[in-house]
């Protein structure tokens, strides 16, 4: 069995966070999504529209996902790799090089993002109305 993980914030899920987890899945036989916490994404300086016990919800209710995890500090990557028993590292093509050391636990792949639509897009877009 092939094994998956991807990690993101999650917030205000849309099209672009569905076609990533679709394509994650595709790669292998079970997906491992992290997260990112609230306190994560306080020390991050982002601050989420939804709270991350409902990002979670939302995540694991999607039928690509396999398992949720939280996603806590930048450093828990190499331990989820090997907890997880992870084969590949998927992450968007925005991240590209940013976690290459991970190539010597895993596989590592920068998915294409979804043209045309990000969370920040859509935040940005709320506050002219």
Request: proline letters at 2%; hydrophobic letters at 40%.
């Amino acid at each position: 069995m092939r094994k998956v993980l991807t990690y993101g914030t999650f917030d205000l899920f849309h099209i672009g966070h569905l076609n990533l987890l679709r394509r994650a899945k595709e790669l292998g036989d079970y997906l491992v999504v992290a997260v990112s916490s609230d306190t994560f994404n306080a020390i991050k300086g982002k601050k989420c529209a939804i709270p991350d016990y409902e990002r979670m919800a939302i995540v694991e209710a999607i039928k690509y996902v396999d398992e949720v995890i939280p996603e806590n500090s930048w450093d828990q990557k190499i331990s989820d790799v090997k907890e997880h028993d992870i084969d590949i590292f998927v992450m968007g093509n925005d991240w590209t090089g940013k976690f290459d050391f991970l190539n010597d636990y895993c596989e590592v792949i920068y998915l294409p993002r979804t043209d045309g639509i990000s969370t920040t897009q859509i935040k940005k877009e709320l506050k002219l109305k």
